[in-house]
């Protein structure tokens, strides 16, 4: 069963509470998402592990009920 772009959301806010996160349904299939996460705790960190720290955000739904995530990461202005 795909996931939500809603459970993507509370997931990634769970675990980086301070994060403004946009999710984009990009195939109108619940399963190839686009998120967008800015968050203050991703400053001075290089994009992989700002990145890494979204994954791991999602847990083990990456590559099973989350097929796809075109990922962006950045600080915030």
Known sequence: ???S???IEAMIRDAIPDAEVNITDLAGDG???AAHVVSESFRGLPRIKQQR???AALGGHM???LHA???TTA???
Request: no cysteine.
């Open 75 to 77: 600080v915030p202005a």
């Open 1 to 3: 069963m795909p996931m």
């Open 5 to 7: 772009a809603e459970a």
């Open 31 to 33: 399963d190839h998402y």
């Open 69 to 71: 995530l075109q990922l």
């Open 63 to 65: 590559g099973t009920t």
């Open 53 to 55: 720290a979204v994954y």
